[in-house]
């Protein structure tokens, strides 16, 4: 089963720009869609983005970030980005990325998702 890190995470003012990476370890990247998730304080957790196993689809499941994050892959590295531009205080979270099991397809549902980062907060405020 891979194990995946996130990292990338801190304190940005509004309109700044970070880039999450997501390190996977135990096992190919190149079988796992990866899913980015974020959780605000005393919300629930909201799947932000997915990115299929090939990196040739990308899906991004909340409306407030489409245009202003990118999910990318570098299976060669092992690695997940969520470049984040233009943020906002409403993007303040701990964001977490996700594996679904070998071979599936990507998904919004946290649920769908078996092996979990420990997450990095991103902080956005002046």
């Known amino acids: 089963q891979v194990q995946l890190v996130e990292s990338g995470g801190g304190l940005v003012q509004p309109g700044g720009s970070l880039r999450l990476s997501c390190a996977a370890s135990?096992?190919?990247?190149?079988?796992?869609?990866i899913g980015w998730f974020r959780q605000a304080s005393g919300k629930e957790r909201e799947g932000v983005s997915c990115?299929?196993?090939?990196?040739?689809?990308?899906?991004y499941y909340a409306d407030s970030v489409k245009g202003r994050f990118t999910n990318s892959r570098d299976n060669a590295k092992k690695t997940v980005y969520l470049q984040m531009n233009s943020l906002k205080p409403e993007d303040t979270a701990i964001y977490y990325c996700?594996?679904?099991?070998?071979?599936?397809?990507?998904?919004?549902?946290?649920?769908?998702?078996?092996?979990w980062g420990q997450g990095t907060q991103v902080t956005v405020s002046s």
């Open positions: 996700a594996a679904r099991p070998p071979y599936s397809i990507c998904s919004g549902s946290s649920s769908d998702f078996n092996s």
């Open positions: 135990g096992s190919t990247l190149n079988y796992y869609a």
């Open positions: 990115i299929s196993k090939g990196g040739v689809s990308t899906y």
